[in-house]
């Protein structure tokens, strides 16, 4: 099969650090990438990662284990625009085709 | 630089009628081009990929199918919407390199009543 997995549900406090985790069957596997969905709007890239390790972009940062089947996007410095859902999703079977988790529905707080 | 456009953004449609949902992709050659689903409180689901025209391939087996005349066009269509069609329907783009990351248009919620 082709489970991703991640919370269904975080909280945070503005200003705070949060991390997302996503775990995915680890066949097939042909990248990890992060997306940040706002209510009612379609999903907007964040990130990839397709080798070990961490990459930072500004606030956000990605990071890949590929033997364990395991991502997480961290979130620094947050803000309340940050609310949002953040999809976790595996490149799989070529010609780029992503397989999406469910999504992680994040509430930053005041 | 590229963009991509979907229309309509909102659609109520009666069980029965037909749909056709419409996907232009600007400022890219030979783009691969996708369409997803996202019910109320789930992931996105893949329905139909391209990479070229006329090229489409089906990932589930479902009342729909899709159609790809020009290069930067793609079209998702129904003969008869049921009302497990309702959702939200998203057009995305990627570069046909390996790795890239697809660009989703605004989406088109549709509900079937």
């Known amino acids: 099969g082709q489970n991703i997995d991640q919370p269904t549900e975080m909280t945070a406090t503005e200003g705070a650090i949060v991390q997302i985790n996503c775990t995915y069957q680890?066949?097939?596997?042909?990248?990890l990438f992060w997306y940040q969905q706002h209510a009612g709007e379609a999903p907007t890239f964040l990130s990839y990662?397709?080798?070990?390790g961490l990459e930072e972009k500004g606030r956000f940062s990605s990071f890949l284990s590929r033997s364990k089947g395991y991502s997480y996007l961290l979130l620094k410095e947050l803000q309340m625009k940050d609310s949002a859902s953040y999809l976790c999703?595996?490149?799989?079977?070529?010609?780029?085709?992503?397989?999406f988790g469910a999504g992680t529905r994040l509430a930053v707080h005041p | 630089s590229q963009t991509i456009h979907q229309w309509p953004a909102t659609l109520v449609q009666p069980v029965g009628s037909p749909l056709s949902l419409e996907c232009t992709v600007e400022?890219?050659?030979?783009?691969?081009l996708y369409w997803y689903r996202q019910a109320a409180g789930r992931g996105l689901q893949l329905l139909f990929y391209?990479?070229?025209?006329?090229?489409i391939s089906s990932e589930v087996p479902q009342n729909l199918s899709a159609s790809r005349p020009q290069d930067r066009q793609f079209i998702l269509s129904s003969k008869k919407l049921l009302l497990s069609d309702s959702g939200f329907y998203l057009c995305?783009?990627?570069?046909?390199?390996?790795?890239?990351?697809?660009?989703f248009g605004n989406g088109t919620r549709l509900t079937v009543t």
């Open positions: 995305a783009w990627s570069a046909g390199q390996d790795n890239s990351p697809l660009h």
């Open positions: 680890t066949s097939g596997f042909n990248g």
């Open positions: 990662n397709v080798l070990d």
């Open positions: 999703a595996k490149g799989s079977g070529g010609y780029n085709k992503l397989i």
């Open positions: 400022g890219t050659s030979n783009p691969n």
């Open positions: 391209s990479v070229g025209i006329g090229q």
